[in-house]
């Protein structure tokens, strides 16, 4: 309807998966960084959780068709409450491998068979699953299985597990998931789009239909939008969706705060949409260092406290390290001078303390090391914190 008034091409809020309308946000771009280094790995488990809508299997999308067929034989399965001897007949069907009876042995058999053939091929394989959380813990421990099969040394199998905020919890702390937690080398949580990305992945979308300025939107729509569906990617698109059938509707030509006002108002009370804004997200696994490691420090509670801890944190540490550098220096300087006064006097006392100085040089190396490790990671979060502050900004 709305797309006919408006000469869009096809439907840019759609709320099924379409890679071709990928957004890749701060969240996503980090989430495709981690499944970028779990896929070079080729082995184990990668896990991608965040909130329902978050853009999961957009994600998966967005990734399964970018990756080389010649290098790479992908298949996804999405799950419902599915025990492990069930699972491992729909992952040999997901494979494209028809198993004539029903046993799991027969159906383990056909998959370890295919999977030797792709890699004699020179093709690795990745196995999705979608809706990991709804899997049971004997299922889970069947995939953990078939993560085992090798060829010689080179692994058969890579699975990328994808669920909600409690299966992340599940993989944490249940007691019978500790080997598959041992097998996970990349993880990240989807969190909510920033302030400042709600407007760029409008536009983006509506771009991808040929969006030519009609409708326009009011700038403080983008604000109250963010603010309604708490960043959340589909929430997003149910809204809009809703607002541009009301444009067809009222033959508008902008969105304005009363008609989105309107429309939220018709969500809610059809109990279309949840406005409660989703549980606070956890950081990855590859997180900075914690600024609870910063001595006698209060815990942030706002972005500025988190900028002021972050740089003081920061200028901490570059202090330190410009304190021990003078010391290295120092101890390099009373080395030379002890190595002279021993080839002058051959005293084995002045041998005694070179030696004592060369370890003394070892544990002020190992500490360099270990300093120039925490400002790395320090000024990582420096720069996550900056990110921010530009979105935030941008918003307003």
């Not at 813990?137 to 990328?160: H, K, T, Y």
């Not at 702390?173 to 407007?199: K, T």
Request: hydrophobic residues 45%; contains cysteine.
């Amino acid at each position: 309807m709305f797309d006919d008034f408006y000469g869009f091409s096809g439907r840019p809020f759609q709320l099924t998966p379409d890679p071709a309308f990928y957004f890749e946000s701060l969240t996503h771009r980090k989430a495709l960084s981690y499944l970028g280094y779990g896929l070079a790995q080729g082995e184990g488990f990668i896990v991608i959780t965040g909130e329902v809508g978050a853009g999961k299997s957009t994600l998966v999308a967005h990734l399964m068709a970018t990756i080389d067929r010649l290098r790479l034989t992908a298949a996804q399965i999405v799950t419902s409450k599915l025990d492990g001897e069930e699972l491992v007949h729909v992952v040999a069907q997901a494979f494209g491998l028809s198993i004539a009876s029903h046993d799991k042995a027969t159906a383990l058999g056909a998959i370890e068979a295919f999977l030797h053939e792709e890699a004699r091929a020179g093709r690795r394989c990745l196995l999705v699953v979608d809706e990991s959380q709804n899997l049971a813990i004997d299922a889970l421990e069947e995939l953990r299985m078939l993560s085992n099969f090798q060829l010689g040394s080179q692994p058969l199998l890579q699975i990328l597990l994808l669920g909600q905020p409690e299966f992340r919890d599940s993989i944490q702390g249940h007691p019978g998931l500790e080997q598959l937690r041992q097998r996970v080398i990349a993880a990240h949580h989807l969190e909510a789009m920033e302030p400042g990305e709600v407007e760029p992945y409008i536009l983006h979308r509506l771009r991808k239909v040929g969006w030519d300025g009609n409708p326009a939107f009011d700038q403080r729509v983008f604000a109250e939008l963010h603010k309604a569906s708490a960043g959340v990617p589909r929430r997003i698109n149910q809204i809009v969706n809703r607002l541009l059938i009301l444009g067809a509707v009222e033959q508008r030509k902008r969105i304005d705060g009363v008609m989105l006002a309107q429309v939220l108002a018709e969500l809610t009370a059809d109990g279309g949409l949840q406005l409660a804004p989703p549980p606070a997200p956890a950081a990855g696994v590859a997180a900075p260092v914690s600024l609870a490691a910063v001595p006698d420090a209060p815990a942030p509670t706002t972005r500025a406290q988190v900028g002021a801890a972050s740089m003081a944190s920061f200028e901490s540490a570059l202090a330190e390290r410009d304190m021990q550098i003078a010391e290295l220096q120092q101890a390099v300087i009373e080395l030379a001078n002890q190595d002279e006064a021993a080839q002058a006097s051959g005293d084995p006392a002045h041998r005694a303390a070179i030696d004592a100085l060369h370890e003394r040089l070892a544990g002020l190396e190992s500490r360099l090391i270990e300093q120039d490790r925490t400002i790395r990671h320090t000024l990582t979060m420096l720069i996550e914190w900056i990110e921010r502050e530009d979105a935030t900004r941008a918003a307003a």
